[in-house]
Every structure is written in structure tokens, then in C-alpha cells.
């Protein structure tokens, strides 16, 4: 398992708005690379991709 890839795809998503209240005070959260924590409804939780490119 490498972690060179130079697009860095794999890695944290950018959120821009809480899932929850839609707030934009958004920080990262935890050890955990896609946790975050909304400054407004105070709520943490992680975003985590889980397909790209997908078609139904
Ligand atoms: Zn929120």
C-alpha cells in the first residue's frame, strides 16, 4: 500500500457545509483525517467517499 499518488484523491474530502444544519463553520475533527465538527449544531461526524464514477 503506497501513498504517493499526486492527485491526492484519496484523501480528505472538502466539506463546505454541515450535512446537519448547513452551517459553514466546519473543522476538522478527531484523529481521523474525515472527521469534522460543526461549530453551530456542534455536531461531529465523518464524510467518506465510497464509489467514484458511479452509473445506476
Ligand atoms: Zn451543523
Wanted: with cysteine; proline share 7%; charged share 25%.
Amino acid at each position: 500500500m503506497t501513498d504517493d499518488q499526486p492527485t491526492g484523491r484519496t484523501r480528505q474530502l472538502p466539506v463546505f457545509h454541515c450535512p446537519y444544519c448547513g452551517d459553514e463553520e466546519l473543522t476538522p475533527y478527531g484523529d481521523s483525517s474525515d472527521g469534522w465538527r460543526c461549530g453551530a449544531c456542534l455536531r461531529a461526524f465523518s464524510v467518506r467517499l465510497i464509489a467514484t464514477g458511479v452509473h445506476e
